[in-house]
């Protein structure tokens, strides 16, 4: 996205802060061309990829979800219900960066008052990120399991395994259903 903060030249005159007659502050400029560009505000609030949003939570069935970034790359961590689960994560082991992940296979640990977790990856690809301070913090985890508390940011070499996982309404429907056959 191009560099929207023009900024405006005030005379020598002028305190800093105050604006030349007329014109408009750095500010002033980006709000007025973000409500006068319906095309930018668009931009700006929502990108869309083919028939998903960039930012769409989907979710696979061991508890770990998945955040498109862009076109090829996903962010992942586990969810609410799994650190809920697990209770006090103490320890976090995971790939290093330039390392794959492969679908369906462990890609990590989780370290817990209530055990040890295996974390199975959702979606194949390479490790282009690494949340360090989960790793050295991790109880971050426990507190923000879907913003801070992330684990890997990936480069999928396509979108279609994420196209493969729950979303928000399914992996609900998931766990109650898993939470009924606890109950029996």
Known sequence: MPDLLVKSK??????P???????????????SLLYSVPELETAIS???REDKVIG??????????????DDIRATLGVTDYLQEKLGEIYAIKLP??????????????VEAKNGRRELIA???????EVNYEA???PEIVNEDPL???????????SGLEFDDLLTEEEYAEYLSEEAESEED
Do not use: Y
């Open 10 to 15: 005030a005379p020598e005159s002028a305190p």
């Open 17 to 31: 802060g105050r604006l030349r007659r007329g014109g408009k502050n750095s500010c002033q400029k980006f709000f």
């Open 46 to 48: 929502l990108r869309v």
């Open 56 to 69: 769409e939570l989907h979710f696979s069935r061991d508890h770990v979800w998945v955040r498109t970034d």
């Open 96 to 109: 290093e960066e330039g390392e794959e992940i492969i679908k369906e296979e462990v890609f990590g640990n």
């Open 122 to 128: 959702p979606i194949s690809g390479e490790v282009i």
């Open 135 to 137: 790793l050295e913090v």
């Open 147 to 157: 913003a801070e508390g992330w684990l890997l940011k990936v480069e999928m070499p």
